[in-house]
């Protein structure tokens, strides 16, 4: 049974494939390269992108939720959950 290749290959970090990305649109902006390496590199560079905005979009979804989290923990404070009364503010405040 064939593997999937992708499974088995390490993911690399945004880091390295932005540095990656960059080399290749500097290799591209040069103009010196054959057209078939050229045409190669711009395949490549089409995936890192893909990849990193993936990526990207991971990362910030994953603030929205560690936000939204936040923001509902603070309403409920606000909102007197955790507190006697719902009336006393942090420090004892409101008697």
Known sequence: MAKDKSKDKPKESFEKRLERL?????????????????????????????????????????VKLVQDGLLKEFAALDNGADTPGGTEGPGGEGK
């Open 22 to 62: 960059r080399g290749i649109v500097d290799a591209l902006e040069r103009g010196d390269l054959p057209l078939e390496e050229g045409l190669a590199l711009y395949k490549e560079g089409l995936v890192l992108s893909g990849d990193c905005g993936r990526q990207l979009e991971s990362a910030r979804n994953e």
